[in-house]
């Protein structure tokens, strides 16, 4: 146990280890809700490194993880070689890149899998349907009933619910009416609606007609 203990705590284990003890504190704050595990993706870009895919917080825990036990063992190898003087110190200097290396390519290995776990492209969402044509599947819409199809962008097809506001000289929409997308609410997970004019349509979400 000792000789583990004084070869994490010296050169170039140190190294790792004063990392290693940020990374779990770091991951400590994230199951107590300090922090976030992406917290530092918009601020470093990983892709530079070839060790994309996932949370930069993930690839630098598993550089980390991978570089000290690397370090360690070497050390411990070193040690038990018997090298004393110049030589160990030669040793030593060339173990920290080494170290570093081993970890960078173990963790491109493993990240490799997870890349489907932290897709590059947020997911859908409602907001994404603002501004686009639907076509009205109920018999009436009005401020309390009111159900639609829109087309998504990947061409799938969507029943959302929509509202419409009574405004003067409006007509009310109908079953098989086309309408303007033009609002979501959040509270009672609806779209506003009005209705469609061929001099409104804003092109990529056409809709059915």
């Known amino acids: ?76 190898l070193i040690g038990r070689a018997g090298l004393t003087g110049l030589a160990r110190a030669a040793a ?48 009436w819409v009005d401020a309390e009933f009111g159900q639609a199809e829109v087309t998504a962008r990947d061409g799938a097809v969507a029943v959302v619910q929509v509202r419409q506001r009574s405004q003067t000289g409006e007509a009310m929409l109908n079953a098989g009416n086309s309408a303007l997308l033009y609002a979501y609410d959040d509270t009672g997970e609806f779209f506003w609606v009005a209705p469609y004019e061929a001099a409104l349509d804003p092109g990529p979400h056409a809709g059915h007609s």
């Open 92 to 139: 030593e200097v060339v173990l920290l890149p080494v170290s570093l290396l081993i970890a960078w390519r173990v963790t491109r290995c493993l990240l490799r899998p997870l890349v489907k776990l932290f897709p590059d492209e947020p997911g859908p969402s409602r907001q994404d349907f603002i501004g686009s044509v639907c076509t009205i599947c109920t018999g």
């Open 1 to 76: 146990m000792r000789e583990f203990l004084v070869a994490a705590t010296g050169f170039p284990s140190v190294v790792f280890t004063s990392a290693l003890v940020v990374v779990l504190g770091f991951w400590l704050l994230v199951m107590f809700g300090g922090a976030e595990a992406d917290s530092f993706d918009s601020d470093v870009d990983a892709e530079l490194a070839g060790l994309g895919g996932a949370p930069v917080t993930v690839a630098v825990s598993a550089v980390t993880v991978t570089g000290w036990l690397t370090s360690l063992t070497g050390s411990v």
